[in-house]
């Protein structure tokens, strides 16, 4: 069953740009429509039922600039129900204080304004210290953390082995849905 996805990004050095369209390629089953959050509007999201957002965390723990810049507008944007699910990039190493932060924050904001959020992954072969993106018991990040800066080699087996889980879920989803 194919479906509609909206992947929303924001990217500075490239790093989140280039996994949302290895994303896009993964899930090539489905027409998945990129947009760069810098050239994005609240009517853009309304378009999809099903969303992937893709964000960085920069420094201590800060948004990426063009998240960051579109944060109070994704206050207008109507999450109830819709199914998301967040995917970032990090540094373990420079930043292991803050590691995946900015998936962390987004993800509980969407989800405060109703989204369901789908795609956790667990938070084995990274070495950090805290991180805002975990999950209650701190076994799962709330979204795929790729480390390009430091673990580039393991991108594309994440960004594989998290294609495959959604692609199932979002099929699930819309077979119960119809």
């Known amino acids: 069953m194919s479906m509609k996805i909206g992947l929303f990004y924001g ?13 896009q390629q993964k899930l ?6 990129l947009h760069d959050i810098s050239d994005a509007s609240v009517e853009d999201f309304s378009r999809y039922e099903f969303l992937i957002l893709g964000i960085s965390t920069w420094e201590y723990g800060g948004l990426q600039d063009d998240w960051q810049a579109f944060w109070e507008q994704l206050d207008k944007v109507d999450m109830e129900g819709k199914i998301v699910a967040v995917f970032g990039q990090g540094d373990q190493v ?9 998936i ?3 993800h509980d904001k969407v989800v405060e304004r109703g989204a369901v959020a789908i795609g956790y992954c667990p938070n084995k072969n990274y070495n950090f ?15 795929l953390a790729l480390d390009d800066d430091n673990q580039p080699e393991l991108t594309e087996e994440r960004v594989d082995n998290w294609c495959v889980e959604l692609n199932v879920m ?7 849905m119809a």
């Open 11 to 23: 990217s500075t050095t490239g790093n989140t740009e280039a996994a949302a369209e290895l994303i």
């Open 28 to 33: 090539s089953m489905h027409e998945v429509e």
């Open 94 to 102: 420079g930043y292991d204080e803050w590691f995946q932060d900015g």
């Open 104 to 106: 962390g924050i987004l």
């Open 129 to 143: 210290v805290a991180s805002l993106a975990l999950n209650e018991n701190k076994t799962e990040f709330l979204g």
């Open 170 to 176: 979002f099929t699930d989803i819309a077979v119960a």
